[in-house]
């Protein structure tokens, strides 16, 4: 079974660009969640959804947005792209709604310039 | 508002020494609570977790222990190895209504010296 594959694995943008990262979670996930990841600051949590519909956000600007496909891939899309913007994007896949293992990506890393 | 504090952020032990991490959780609400472990430009992958109606667990040298009144659980590694040198995660799940999202510590670099 193929695990959840994200796309680009890296990237570079410069400031005021807008960036789009793919997530295509492991068959049959219906739950897709993305974290930023940076040095310090842990894994912190952007948003969750769960067939197609956005279910949770975290504490993030509007410049940060996301959708899920019909066939459970997500896209994130970063807007205005600030140099503190710069981190690994993790997106997440599990089973179901409930609580339970999260499976991650490698991750998508954007460096601002 | 919703926190996980996650200490120490580095931790250094002797290869067969055991190693404990601790967290702090402020959400009475979280009832779910998974640790993490990121090898150096790996992905993060589970290695326990504990529902909170369970006060330990235990998978061969890893040991998870909850404590609900106090809000705090931690991460037990027995008989180190070289191997589980890496970053370790907590998160305590919040939720309501069948969502949940997952508020992640800051992490904790745990070095195993041979």
């Known amino acids: 079974k193929a695990g959840v594959t994200q796309t680009p694995r890296y990237l570079i943008k410069t400031r005021g660009q807008q960036v789009t990262l793919s997530c295509s979670p492991i068959?049959?996930?219906?739950?897709v969640s993305w974290y930023q990841q940076t040095p310090g600051q842990g894994l912190q949590f952007l948003f969750e959804y769960f067939s197609e519909t956005q279910r949770n956000k975290g504490n993030f600007p509007g410049r940060f947005s996301g959708r899920q496909f019909s066939n459970s891939r997500s896209e994130m899309n970063v807007s205005t792209l600030e140099l503190g913007d710069s981190a690994l994007y993790l997106c997440?896949?599990?089973?179901?709604?409930?609580?339970?293992?999260?499976?991650f990506g490698e991750g998508s890393r954007l460096t601002v310039l | 508002g919703e926190n996980v504090e996650q200490h120490p952020s580095t931790l250094s032990v002797q290869e067969g020494d055991s190693a404990v991490i601790k967290c702090t959780y402020s959400?009475?609400?979280?009832?779910?609570f998974p640790w993490y472990k990121q090898e150096l430009g790996k992905r993060p992958q589970l290695i326990i977790d504990?529902?909170?109606?369970?006060g330990e667990k235990k998978d061969q040298r890893i040991a998870v222990t909850l404590n609900k009144t106090a809000k705090h659980f931690s991460l037990h590694i027995t008989e180190t190895q070289p191997e589980d040198s890496a970053v370790y995660f907590c998160?305590?799940?919040?939720?309501?209504?069948?969502?949940?999202?997952?508020?992640f510590g800051t992490g904790t670099r745990l070095k195993v010296l041979a």
């Open positions: 504990i529902r909170s109606n369970v």
């Open positions: 998160a305590a799940s919040q939720g309501t209504s069948g969502t949940y999202k997952y508020i």
């Open positions: 997440a896949s599990k089973t179901t709604g409930q609580a339970g293992e999260l499976f």
């Open positions: 959400d009475s609400a979280s009832n779910y």
């Open positions: 068959s049959g996930h219906r739950s």
